[in-house]
Nanobody
Framework: QVQLQESGPGLVKPSQTLFLACTVSGASAPTAFYYWAWIRQPPGKGLEWMGVISYTGSTYYSPSLKSRTSIARDTSKNQFTLQLLSVTPEDTAVYHC??????????????????WGQGTQVTVSS
């Protein structure tokens, strides 16, 4: 059974860079064989798709976040990462990593995902 576990700082100051990692575990889950995405949910709001990286390393980002977002993968560690630049309090959210069943940029319906991490709370505050 594939499992996804997010990790990173729970508190980040405004203007800093947020860095999160998602560790993939499971006998059949080498990161080279799936798509991997980051989705977040601000308090009181719906899910927001941030971006995805393909098994070939191609990346696709939300147009509203593209200038500040970078997703990468480290197959040796079975991890993929999220970097978000110049954070503001509006970036406060629960951040989830997930594995979509297929590449559909923008997808937030959980039924479109094979695997979904439990999420990690990130608060942006001075």
């Amino acid at each position: 059974q594939v499992q996804l576990q997010e990790s990173g700082p729970g508190l980040v100051k405004p203007s800093q860079t947020l860095f999160l990692a998602c560790t993939v575990s499971g006998a059949s889950a080498p990161t080279a064989f799936y798509y991997w995405a980051w989705i977040r949910q601000p308090p009181g709001k719906g899910l927001e798709w941030m971006g995805v990286i393909s098994y070939t390393g191609s990346t696709y980002y939300s147009p509203s976040l593209k200038s500040r977002t970078s997703i990468a993968r480290d197959t040796s560690k079975n991890q993929f990462t999220l970097q978000l630049l110049s954070v503001t309090p509006e970036d406060t959210a629960v951040y989830h990593c997930a594995a979509p069943k297929t590449l559909i940029p923008g997808a937030t319906d959980k039924n479109m995902y094979a695997y979904w991490g439990q999420g990690t709370q990130v608060t942006v505050s001075s």
